[in-house]
């Protein structure tokens, strides 16, 4: 008798893309013992057999990873020897009677990273290749009248998998479907490949299709001999994605007997609809086996009408030049490890697209079959990776591909990866192996797939040298700096794409992503390039966590800190700050101006707008602005220009109720672009500079006086400013008796975040030290006084211990506006290499609670790094995390019910969520690095053995 659970499952017959090809689920509840040694694999080894008995076996979900499951811990970048444990599954299931007659395929999606398989107790085969599908001709074997057993064992190392071994987890198991698939017995389609050319307008397209028919009829003549046979019908019908008929076509194919034949049909469409992931507009075609005028067998295939070429170095698609704005994405989610899910599929599409992401570069493998054909749908390009190693750096074995002895491996990893993706349009190229060296087996692999498939460009990441073989088609290479990408795509011959670039590093990384974009893709040859990396590579089990340190509140999570926490979201797809820099700087619609400037009275003002899509006119993108006067706003509205992909186009913004503007106020105006569903593209800022500015009104003049005793008191109107001459600093300020500043002292220092922490690989420095715990030393201290202005300078030196000292001239000068004038300059002798940030820390009293500040914002900010946050007033409550962080900023505020501070001139302002009473005044900050690589050299490095001072300057009002 069938199971009941062998029923429902047949039950979910699946009809794929509507038509009849029937395929059967073995998804579900499996048993499965862990093996964790050699020992115990042995005493499992019979395991497939139909008299094999066991109580080691339990019920687990397939598709899964058994260290997801909490069988054992997960595993970072391969096994540190040759053992490892082993997975032996086993599945019982039943087939209908009307299967009895059918051949009959067993499918598996992906077993990670040996499979070896039996059936009934007999051995169908095994498969070594951790990320690629494989099937097994199981026809007669299956019995339709009782209940059938499969039985897997799953190895983890086998003399190939260092082919799949990466930066990245190591995780066993059946993780992806595995299916049944009937079909005619005798005659069938075994496979249909389609491409599509253009004509040269790129107006009406030929859609090209190989369908092979296998067969296995047995011959009629004496002495084995092949009788004639009947001819029979191949019927090929393309569909619009409404079901309305485009093209049919029927063609007779002559008798063949025992052996297969491969039919070819061109299918000519007038004016298609154009595939690109701006317009991903899918065809439905079919394909009919007809036999005597009855199908017998239906394939069916999405269509997507484009076309690739590198012609002149150029990389196009449907002739039209194309930039890739790109990420790494490793196919695997914390809850689930690579089993992953069309939900989290879709998450992580709708995200991209939303971030203004187009490309997506399959680290380090094929991913799973519904991820890409949700790319078809929704409209992402793909380069697809071919698992051939990592094998420049010892990942883990960095001779393997001068081996010949792989050739195997490398050649079925190709084959297998080509032949099930060959049909998605969202495949703009194919990748071979990463960051790899060329050798023969590269070649080998090379040739295989361009012999199979000739309408794409194959590159090997990491590979940009000028004479690689023409098969070769794009240049790659990985986290060169801006100046080196914009020589490289200036002089390249063919096109040039960096599919690693950008390494996001904890959270506070990503440094130079713009500077990188721009140098690269403002050549024609730069066709673009993949941030590293999408998501953290997060991995949670229901096991405590023992080994790695908490990620965020879950303990049960592991990330490696140190490799796998790179993504622009986190493991569980929430956003960090990197996601909103990338948005930024990919956005295909911007302002090409950060300012502009008019006259009062003047109506309107003309803003250049840019359209970078490839294929979007701008006409589909509803501009909506306002107009602000400091935090207050004067004017908005929204409307719609033409612009053509690649074009600039001219917006007229109304500006006649800005009015008057004084010298100390900022104008600016906020575009937000938007897409026709209503996602936002980009918003950004462009600065109102008005001609003929007017002063202000009044300048108040107090009178000035000194007081010095063992302070120094500097008396202006209504505000005291106390000096200390034993420190050389500000002691405290106040206005009308009450002390709103309490100290102001010098600033070189801060706990090193993940991603300056890393800039230290390889540097010796015998112990970080805190260089803001230091000792005091007036050497100099001098005061001038004048009607004016009241002047004290003063040079301190401050030592932190023998090997970490610094020195910093200050010029305080106190006018009669009231306002204090600090410039300083500080000279460091320390056994950093650089310094993290340079300024003054200001020290407030309690009661002023808020911050303000006329800048960049929300987002941090960094000299290379700063496209996500935009110009305008922004705060919120001291220690929040409205205004924690690095901020570029023009003015600062702090202040509370009745009273304040404003700070000018300063470039950046650091606050701590530990210490809400501190604001850091900095002039300079650490360009941001990027796995722990340095800024390029344009950006500020903060730099502490040139000799040089680092000097700053920024005055203070009390109000």
Not at 20 to 25: A, D, E, K, M, W
Not at 79 to 102: C, H, L, M, T, V
Not at 748 to 775: F, M, P
Not at 800 to 805: I, T
Request: aromatic fraction near 12%.
């Amino acid at each position: 008798m069938k199971s009941l659970i062998s029923i429902l499952a047949f039950l979910l017959l699946v009809n794929i893309q509507g038509f009849s090809q029937t395929l059967y689920s073995l998804n579900g509840t499996w048993q499965f013992a862990l093996a964790k040694t050699e020992k115990e694999a042995n005493h499992l080894a019979q395991f497939y057999s139909p008299q094999f008995v066991s109580n080691k076996f339990k019920l687990v979900p397939v598709p899964s990873n058994w260290a997801v499951l909490g069988f054992e811990e997960p595993v970072y970048r391969g096994f540190s020897n040759q053992e490892a444990s082993e997975g032996f599954y086993i599945r019982e299931f039943s087939i209908p009677e009307n299967w009895a007659d059918k051949r009959i395929l067993l499918h598996f999606g992906g077993v990670w990273s040996s499979a070896e398989v039996w059936l009934n107790g007999r051995c169908l085969g095994r498969h070594d290749s951790g990320y690629t599908s494989f099937s097994f001709d199981i026809t007669g074997l299956p019995s339709t009248k009782e209940t059938n057993k499969l039985a897997v064992r799953v190895r983890q190392i086998t003399r190939e998998y260092k082919c799949d071994v990466y930066d990245d987890w190591t995780l066993g198991g059946i993780y992806r479907d595995v299916t049944l698939e009937a079909m005619p017995r005798e005659r069938w389609l075994d496979y249909v490949n389609v491409q599509t050319v253009f004509d040269s307008q790129f107006k009406d397209a030929d859609l090209k299709i190989r369908a092979m028919v296998g067969d296995t009829h047995a011959t009629t003549l004496p002495g084995n001999y092949v009788s004639p046979g009947k001819p029979y019908d191949l019927l090929f019908t393309l569909f619009t994605k409404e079901g309305k008929e485009v093209v049919r076509r029927q063609i007779t194919v002559p008798a063949h007997i025992a052996t297969g034949r491969e039919a070819s049909l061109v299918l000519h469409v007038e004016n298609p609809h154009h595939w690109t992931a701006e317009t991903p507009y899918l065809y439905n075609l079919r394909v009919d086996l007809v036999e005597e005028g009855k199908i017998v067998h239906t394939r069916s295939e999405r269509v997507g009408f484009r076309q690739i070429s590198t012609e002149g170095g150029i990389f196009r698609i449907n002739g039209q030049a194309v930039k890739l704005r790109g990420v790494n994405r490793h196919d695997e989610h914390p809850n689930v490890g690579r089993a992953t899910t069309r939900e989290q599929w879709l998450q992580d599409l709708k995200l991209m697209k939303a971030a203004n992401i187009n490309y997506v570069r399959t680290a380090h493998y094929a991913p799973a079959k519904g991820f890409i054909e949700l790319c078809d749908e929704l409209g992402m390009y793909v380069g697809e990776e071919i698992s051939i190693g990592g094998g420049h750096r010892g990942i883990p074995d960095p001779y393997r591909m001068y081996d010949p002895s792989y050739s195997s491996a490398i050649l079925v990893r190709s084959y297998e990866t080509i032949m099930r993706d060959i049909n998605n349009p969202s495949i703009i190229y194919w990748s071979i192996g990463n960051e790899d060296p060329l050798t023969s087996l590269h070649m080998a692999s090379i040739k295989l797939v361009k012999a199979f498939d000739s309408s794409r460009p194959v590159l090997i990441p990491w590979r940009s040298e000028t004479w690689l073989p023409e098969e070769i088609d794009m240049l790659s290479a990985h986290y060169w700096q801006p100046q080196e990408y914009d020589l490289w795509a200036a002089q390249a011959g063919r096109p040039v794409i960096t599919t690693e670039y950008t390494h996001s590093n904890g959270t506070d990384g990503t440094g130079g992503l713009e500077a990188r974009w721009k140098a690269l893709t403002r050549h024609p040859s730069g066709a673009g390039g993949a941030i590293w990396m999408w998501a953290d590579q997060g991995i949670k089990t229901p096991i405590l966590n023992k080994i790695y340190e908490p990620y965020g509140n879950d303990e049960y999570l592991r990330v490696d800190r140190r490799r796998g926490w790179d993504g622009i979201v986190d493991s569980y797809r929430n956003i960090t700050r990197d996601y909103w820099e990338t948005k930024a700087v990919y956005a295909p619609v911007y302002p090409l101006i950060d300012k502009v400037s008019f006259i009062s009275g003047q109506d309107s003002v003309s803003i250049p707008i840019r359209n970078d899509f490839d294929f979007t006119n701008l006409n589909s993108i509803k501009i909506s602005w306002s107009v602000w006067k400091d935090g207050q706003n004067m004017d908005s509205g929204e409307g719609v220009i033409e612009g053509l992909p690649h074009t600039m186009s001219i917006f007229k913004l109304p500006i006649k109720k800005v009015g008057k503007v004084c010298s100390e106020e900022t104008c600016y105006v906020w575009f937000v672009f938007t897409r026709a569903d209503g996602t936002e593209i980009n918003r950004k800022a462009v600065e109102l500079e008005p001609s003929g500015v007017l002063k202000d009104m009044y300048s108040p003049v107090h009178r000035l006086t000194v007081i010095k005793d063992e302070q120094v008191v500097v008396q202006v109107g209504e505000a005291q400013y106390l000096f200390n001459p034993q420190t050389g600093h500000l002691a405290s300020a106040m206005l009308k008796g009450r002390k709103l500043i309490t100290d102001l002292y010098p600033t070189i220092w801060h706990k090193l975040d993940y991603c300056e922490a890393a800039l230290l690989r390889g540097q010796k420095i015998s112990k970080l030290v805190d260089l803001n715990r230091y000792t005091t030393l007036v050497k100099e201290w001098n005061i001038e006084e004048s009607n004016s202005k009241i002047v004290i300078q003063t040079k301190v030196e401050y030592t932190v211990d023998k090997k970490n000292h610094f020195s910093v001239a200050y010029n305080y000068s106190i006018a009669t506006d009231g306002k204090l004038y600090v410039r300083y300059e500080i000279l460091p002798e320390v056994e950093m290499p650089w310094l993290p940030i340079i300024g003054m820390s200001l020290k407030s009293s309690e009661e002023l609670t808020q911050i303000r500040w006329l800048g960049l914002g929300p987002y941090d900010a960094y000299p290379n790094k700063q496209s996500a946050p935009i110009l305008g007033v922004w705060g919120g409550v001291a220690g929040s995390k409205d205004v924690t962080g690095n901020k570029a900023t023009r003015w600062i505020e702090r202040f509370g019910k009745s009273s304040g501070i404003r700070i000018s001139g300063s470039g950046y302002m650091e606050h701590r969520e530990t210490t809400p009473e501190i604001v850091n005044i900095l002039s300079a900050v650490l360009g941001r690095p990027e796995g722990g690589r340095k800024a390029d050299e344009s950006v500020p490095q903060l730099r502490t053995d040139m000799g040089e001072k680092f000097i700053g300057e920024f005055s203070i009002a009390l109000y």
